[in-house]
């Protein structure tokens, strides 16, 4: 049972490192490469999609992009539409550009209210004026875990351009932004097998900023298919996307990671893996979402780990 | 694949063991501890089953796979078809192995903990923790000596200190003090039925032992007699699903097509877990922890009072 084509070879490395191959073999049988028919109406209903993609130069980014529910859809359950028009995409995100030349993209359809979220791999056919199609490689339900619920209350028409700004050391709003994060979203990918977006959440302060140019993040037993380890196994380079939910703002970093295994963890921050990955940050970029956003918080997830001060 | 059944063995009145080789000669996978096979067979009144045994003896490299299988007359008939239709030379259909309970590299204490017939993947394990040279204590819970099987080939295990614990000379286990206080790297490993491995989470999570230290493998229903059906209600989905006992809810929900995550579906892992609004939860797993379980539940193996439970899916 040690070969599966499900995983490419980055992945089987991690799952067999971790002891969790076996566990993946099983848990892999919720994939398809259709989107099955209870998430339809699903992804349907979301205003909110988190989208992995890879730059020109190999830098890969996570982007959220926010519209109003049913501009997200797949009809047939083999391609997802993304209805968003020319003149309400905000080009200081990388993803739009990235897209027009790269077709690579992994998308997390991920409803915090509830906690559910939907896993989509693909590569875009389609990017005109009026939006996006991407056709599916790869589609799979994952856990509720580590996800803090917020509902949004109220978002308001897309006005662009939005105040952006750039850097590559992480200090002053930036750092504060990453030491109050709670949920953050990760871009990775693998030259054949594509990109993948999914989501790390934690209780604020789960994010360690070693320096102003390092993130260490501990790594929570999750579905052991280890997508993204085992893309950074074969590419260590990844996009962050971090929320400011209270001010409206989105911090997308690239960089690279380097995955440490059977760390020592007096505190228990890992919740037993003893696995954390540092982030090298190579550049960041800080802007307003294009629409205004109210969420209110709601709870966090009985799954966090404690996170000393 | 096609398995030949090349010998019976009999370990006290319920138990038999059953050791199989591939029909066609070849030689078997190599298997770590903990991994189980699955049987697939149908009974004469056409009824299929597919069964979960977990390998017993040495791991690595062998010549046939031995499962140990206890005649459940209360179940729903595969471990009695088991005992009586299948004979030595009789064929099988076998996939595997598989293993969803490995062993972790650990640097402090390692506990295995056996209710009953759950000894069966222990005795892998403690094999191998034998041959690392790993000190572990083998707590084996029975009612009575008679049902204490394997117990020779236990302890045969070099290093192996097997400790059994007997309910009708003893009396219930203090499953708080068998585990102890929780020092970093300890670890322990149980199986065995639904009732004992709760009772373990439940000593663990008040004796701070952090979830990846404790590792479960379930087995028996968890549906118990009294269940009554129930109306589950989806607030997000806006749907209402019937389900009578026998049946999981999530099983329910999966057949009605609803949006909900899983893996184990043996309420070992916590990936179903729904946020419940209305209703009283009756919790069947082995993973959530009491904070858990105020707000959610698993419905892949908990039911709930009778009546209506809302999730939030």
Known sequence: ?309 | MKYLVTDIVRHGAAVKEFQLRRADGEALPHWDAGAHIVLQFSSADGSAFERHYSLIGQPGQSDAYRIAVQREENGNGGSVYLHEEIAQGSEMEVSGPFNSFPLAASRGRVLLIAGGIGITPMISMAHALSQLGKPFELHYLAKSEERLVLLDELRAIPHATVVPHLSRTSGRVDLAKLIGAYNTGDSFYACGPAALLQGLGEAAERQSWPGDARHFESFGARSQPGDEPLTVELSLSQMTVQVAPGTSILDALIAADVFVSYDCKRGECGNCYAQVLEGQPLHRDVCLTPQMRATGMCTCVSWAQPGRVVLEL
Not at chain 1, 180 to 195: L, P
Request: with cysteine.
């Open chain 1, 1 to 309: 049972m040690s070969d599966n084509s499900n995983f490419h070879a980055g992945e089987r490395a991690v799952q067999e490192s971790a002891g969790e191959a076996a566990i993946a073999d099983r848990n892999i049988a919720v994939l398809t490469n259709t989107v099955i028919a209870g998430a339809r109406p699903f992804i349907a209903k979301q205003f909110m999609a988190v989208f992995s993609s890879v730059d020109p130069a190999g830098a890969v980014w996570a982007s959220l992009v926010f519209g109003k529910p049913g501009f997200l859809h797949t009809d047939t359950g083999s391609t997802i539409t993304i209805d968003v028009p020319e003149r309400e995409r905000d080009l200081a995100d990388p993803l739009w550009d990235n897209i027009a030349k790269h077709s690579d993209v992994g998308m997390l359809f991920i409803e915090l209210g509830s906690r559910r979220r939907y896993r989509v791999n693909g590569s875009v056919q389609r990017l005109d004026a009026h939006g996006a199609e991407v056709v599916i490689a790869e589609a799979y339900p994952n856990c509720p875990k580590y996800i803090q619920r917020r509902q949004l209350r109220q978002m308001g028409e897309p006005r662009l351009p939005v105040p952006s700004a750039h850097g590559k050391l992480l200090r002053g709003s930036v750092e504060s932004i990453i030491r109050n994060a709670d949920t953050i979203f990760v871009a990775s990918r693998h030259a054949e097998a594509g990109a993948d977006a999914s989501h790390r959440g934690g209780a604020p302060g789960f994010i360690r900023q070693l320096n102003e140019t390092t993130l260490r993040i501990p790594d929570y037993a999750g579905n052991s298919l280890f997508n993204t380890f085992g893309n950074f196994k074969i590419d260590p380079r990844a996009g962050l996307c971090i929320p400011d939910f209270e001010h409206g703002q989105l911090l997308q970093l690239t960089g690279t990671v380097s995955v440490q295994w059977d760390q020592n963890d007096p505190a228990n921050e890992t919740g037993g893996t003893g696995r954390f990955w540092e982030f090298k940050v190579e550049q960041w970029i800080l802007r307003d979402t294009p629409q205004q956003l109210a969420w209110e918080y709601l709870d966090a997830s009985p799954f966090n780990p404690s996170v000393q001060a």
